[in-house]
């Protein structure tokens, strides 16, 4: 079993900064490509950025230059820096991971979401 757990959100006002972060635990044996990505109220869920297990990575345009990605392969957890934070930043987040079990196929799985407001 996987488990992904995510903190770090929280009411912040524009142009301030947070943190998020994702943790997964259980039984792994290696992990491909994390990713953040948000939900807005009435909207889809999109991709804010990747990384793949190399360090390459993505950012949707909007966040390009204010948002970093990260990650630490010891502890098994991706970071999301958010710098320079806008009301239209306000949204659930959620982490995402391509995880091989120990037992088991590769797998696709979500942090339980964590909310990110942004207004004054």
């Known amino acids: 079993q996987v488990q992904l757990v995510e903190s770090g959100g929280g009411l912040v006002q524009p142009g301030g900064s947070l943190r998020l972060s994702c943790a997964a635990s259980g039984s792994i044996f290696s992990i491909n490509d994390m990713g953040w990505y948000r939900q807005a109220p009435g909207k889809e869920r999109d991709v804010v950025a990747t990384?793949?297990?190399?360090?390459?990575?993505n950012y949707a345009g909007s966040v390009k230059g204010r948002f970093t990605i990260s990650r630490d392969n010891a502890k098994n957890t991706v970071y999301l820096q958010m710098n320079g934070l806008k009301p239209e930043d306000t949204a659930v987040y959620y982490c995402n991971m391509y995880v091989l079990p120990r037992f088991g196929a590769f797998g696709t799985y979500w942090g339980q979401g964590t909310q990110v407001s942004v207004s004054s």
């Open positions: 990384i793949t297990s190399g360090g390459n990575t």
